[in-house]
């Protein structure tokens, strides 16, 4: 079973617009990444945030992290027809035994 | 490319056949996984191997799936006596075991089976 769940689980924004994604997740983590996925294809890393970190920054990605409330969000900002895609995060849990747990993921459309 | 590969990209299998995946992962990696995703949800975590040992797998991988990583290099995934619900997109990533958790991912092998 999943341990993330996200929210919204679809997202339709303006281009030039930001976009924020929530994730919730369950158990204690080491660290919590952001993955992106076009269409039928792989999983492309955007942001990795270890569990000490409270907020990260990479480009237009923002990604926050509060261990109290198990919950993490990912902003982009100034949103790109090419950030059309879904994204996910994986938590690396610390009794999970060193494998990736993913939520059920964002669809997020730009519309131009 | 120094990525992760794998192939074929697309599969369309009749009910009851067998199936082989394969995964080229980045060559300095030494740690494999193999991840399963249905329409609509995130990853699901199958099994991985640390070089060519098989270190943990999912209640997922049923007595159907077997997976091998013979030489520490690429791995492959067999799925036998294939069912409809074995249909998803499987994926293959890769990393170092001191940084497992930056796993790189390959574009996935797409399973239909009719």
């Known amino acids: 079973s999943q341990q993330g769940e996200e929210d919204p689980q679809a997202l339709s924004i303006q281009e030039g617009e930001n976009a924020t994604m929530n994730c919730s997740y369950k158990?204690?983590?080491?660290?919590l990444q952001w993955y992106r996925q076009n269409s039928g294809r792989g999983l492309v890393h955007l942001i990795l945030?270890?569990?000490?970190?409270r907020e990260k920054h990479s480009g237009r990605l923002r990604v926050t992290l509060d261990t109290s409330k198990k919950s993490s969000s990912l902003l982009i900002t100034a949103s790109r027809a090419a950030d059309t895609a879904s994204y996910f995060c994986a938590t690396d849990p610390i009794q999970g035994a060193q494998k990736l747990v993913f939520g059920q993921g964002t669809r997020l459309t730009i519309n131009p | 490319d120094t990525g992760v590969s794998q192939d074929p990209r697309h599969k369309i299998t009749k009910r009851g056949q067998n199936v082989t995946f394969r995964c080229d992962p980045i060559?300095?990696?030494?740690?494999l996984y193999w991840y399963r995703q249905t329409l609509g949800q995130g990853p699901e975590f199958l099994t991985y191997f640390q070089n060519e040992a098989q270190l943990e797998k999912s209640r997922l991988l049923s007595d159907r799936f077997s997976a091998e990583r013979p030489k520490g290099s690429f791995s492959t995934l067999e799925i036998q006596r294939t069912e409809q619900g074995d249909s998803a997109m499987y994926l293959c990533?890769?990393?170092?075991?001191?940084?497992?958790?930056?796993?790189?991912f390959g574009p996935g092998t797409r399973l239909t089976v009719t």
């Open positions: 990533a890769s990393s170092h075991t001191s940084a497992y958790y930056e796993q790189y």
């Open positions: 060559s300095e990696h030494n740690r």
């Open positions: 945030i270890r569990s000490n970190e």
């Open positions: 158990t204690s983590i080491n660290n």
